[in-house]
Structures are given as C-alpha cells and as structure tokens.
C-alpha cells in the first residue's frame, strides 16, 4: 500500500525540484566582459564603470559586467575581432578598428569631416550616426553608443611649428587605411602600432611621433618624451560602445532595453568628464613644459584635401555630403 502511495508522488516531486533548479538558474546573472584599452579614471574607462553600474542595477543583478581596462584583453583590432565571434560580450572602441568589418564607418575617420565637437554630436545623435549604429548588426555587432574621442592632433620628438615639420617623420597611426593615407599625404610614414606599444616605440626611436587626443597624449606618458604637439584637430574620431550580437540573442527584450537606456547616460556622463579631463590633462603638459603650438588650421586642411579624392574613399562621397550639410 504505501508503495502505491509513493509512485503517484514522483511526478509532483520531480516537477518541483526541477522547477526549484528553473528558478535557481534564472537567477543566476549573466558574468560579462567589457574590454577598454585605457587606464583607470580615462573618460572613456569611467564610462564603462558608469555604464556596468548601471547595467547590473536596472537588471537587478541579472547582468554583472567587468570593465578590463589597460588593454588587458588586447588591442582594439583584437577585441573588435572577439566580440564579433561572441568571445567578449562587450567593448569599447574607437570606430576606426570596426571599419574592418564594416567600411562605410570608416567615412568618421576623414580628416576634418566634423567641424566642432558640436557638429560632430549633432550628426553622432541624429539619424545618420544611428544608421550606422544600426547597420553594425549586419556584421555579427550590436552598436549602442557613442563616446567622445575628443580632437586628435600631431605630436613628436622635435618642434612642431607647421604642417611641413610633420615631413619626413615617422609618425604612429591606428591600424587604418584611411590613418596610414592621412600620414602619407602629409609626407611623413605611416607606422601603424597598437595603442599599449606606442610608449615604447617612442621610447625606443622606432617613431618619432604620433597623432591622438590630448588625454592620450597625457595620460600614456607620451607627453615625457614627445614634447612637441601642434594642435591641428585634423580629426575627431567617435568611440563606440558595441555589444557582441551572438551574446544580444541570449538576452531578454527587457534586458536589452535597458541596456541601450544605460549606453545613452554613460555618454551623458562621459561627454562631461571628457570635456573635464581634457582642461586637466592639458593643464599638466604644460606644466611639464612642453610645446605646444597653435596650428594654421586651413594649410592643414589644404593638404589633406587630396585623400577626398583618392579612389579606395569613393563610397564615402554620399555620406561626407550628407555629413556636411548638418549645420
């Protein structure tokens, strides 16, 4: 008799127990990577902390993302490549690595395609920067953001005075052809290296200069030993925050809601500490004693103006007319 009794109670202990182990994995939060090539307390590496935080409280725990800073899981090429094949779930990039898998961003990287920090907002917000946030889900990427990457501009070994001091030198660019083209019109060569060598090869003579923003510039120490920048703005390069589209199908419609509502107060937030950061880093160059020089932004821009007609950036024309025509 009691053995009749007990076979008709499995099935109902089973499903418990299974619907307890349901309920315990649920729970269990999704662990995530978010990969970031600068040093704590940059702009861009307090945005990640920003965005983690926000993340893992508007999910309530659900999602946990780790910010890996200082390029502890590689070169941007390299963690643009492993987001792609689902192996880091989230990264931090300038746009110019992701022109490898997406070309038609590659027109952010023209020289003086934005002409303020402003112009460059109003078209990163309005509908042509959220066609290409958009578009990177073609390629196994999920676009949720942008950051400021402030103005870059030229810096080296010796004085910088003119665009022809910048003749002859060996200067560091991204990865990019757009990048190495840039240099070359200038005449100067073109040495692509990853963004964590760039110290040592200025260190070592293998360069004799680069080209980024103030706070790269500072915050690398790239400053103590190429002591001489001439401020030509000849970009304005965004930074994107992109999530891996094989680790966006795991997630929820709420999950990704809320994921996109904390991308846009992270760049709320680091739009502010970039615009802070940038005063400071600038203030400290010069403390240090370094040059810095104004510019004649037009003999700049007069001789960059021939990679606009170079044939490998023909695809660009329609979106650099669209571009221009923001006011």
Known sequence: MRKRILRPLLPIVLIVLMQGADARMAAAPKVCKLAEVHPPGYPTELADEKFAKLVQEKTNGGIVIKVCHSSLLGSEDQVAEQAQ???????????????????????????????????????????????????????????????DGGARDFYAN????????LRGLRIRVQNSIIMVNMVKTLGATAAPIAYAEVYS????????????????????????IARYMIKDAHLRLPEVLIVSGRFWQSLTDYQRAVIREAAQEATDFQIKAWNEYEVKALAQAKAAGCTIAEANVPTFQAALAPLYGMPEFADYKIWIKKIKEVE
């Open 85 to 147: 094949l689902g192996v880091i779930e989230f990264i931090r990039v300038s746009t110019s690595p992701v022109i490898q898998f997406y070309k038609p961003i590659g027109v952010f990287s023209m020289p003086y395609i934005f002409r303020s920090q402003e112009h460059m907002w109003k078209v990163l917000n309005g509908p042509i920067g959220k066609h290409f946030l958009d578009s990177l889900c073609t390629v196994g990427l999920i676009g949720i953001g942008y950051f």
């Open 158 to 165: 010796r004085p910088l005075k003119s665009v022809a001091d």
């Open 201 to 224: 090869a200025l260190q070592t003579g293998v360069v004799d200069g680069a080209e980024n923003n103030i706070p790269s510039w500072v915050s690398q120490k790239h400053y103590k």
